[in-house]
């Protein structure tokens, strides 16, 4: 009986912890419409990390609503956007903006359209050039 028990907490456990409920002011907005405005100008802007492409805004996942009610409780406690865009930047890195920083990391992310760009005028230049004569 005794190990019984044991089995069932032991399975019981996982599934609790995975079932948590959504964090206060994750789907509830602000009671002021201007700070209401802040959180979700800054939550657009915001990448979920565990989505594919969506905005914390956007996303369905229990990490998007829990960094939602983050973003309202501390602008909810007089935080600036920057403020918090820059801690959650520390906290998870750059990815987690839609506007990265230029840096060693990124520079292929902000130079590979501008390459492209260029490659396709040189080849479009190159196929008038041809067609001409």
Not at 21 to 31: E, M, R, S, V
Not at 46 to 62: E, H, M, P, T
Not at 110 to 128: D, K, N, Q
């Amino acid at each position: 009986m005794r190990r019984a028990l044991l089995l069932a907490a032991l399975v019981a456990a996982p599934v609790a912890a995975q079932t948590s409920a959504p964090a206060a002011y994750a789907d509830t907005q602000l009671a002021d419409p201007g700070q209401e405005a802040q959180a979700r100008g800054l939550m657009e802007t915001l990448r979920c990390v565990v989505c594919q492409g969506q905005s914390i805004a956007d996303s369905d996942a229990q990490m998007a609503s829990d960094m939602r009610a983050l973003v309202r409780q501390r602008i909810r406690a007089g935080e600036r956007p920057e403020a918090i865009r820059a801690w959650l930047i520390d906290r998870y890195g750059d990815y987690i903006s839609y506007d990265p920083p230029f840096g060693t990391a990124t520079a292929a992310l902000w130079l590979t359209p501008v390459a492209l760009l260029v490659a396709g005028v040189w080849i479009a230049r190159g196929s008038f050039r041809r067609r001409r004569t």
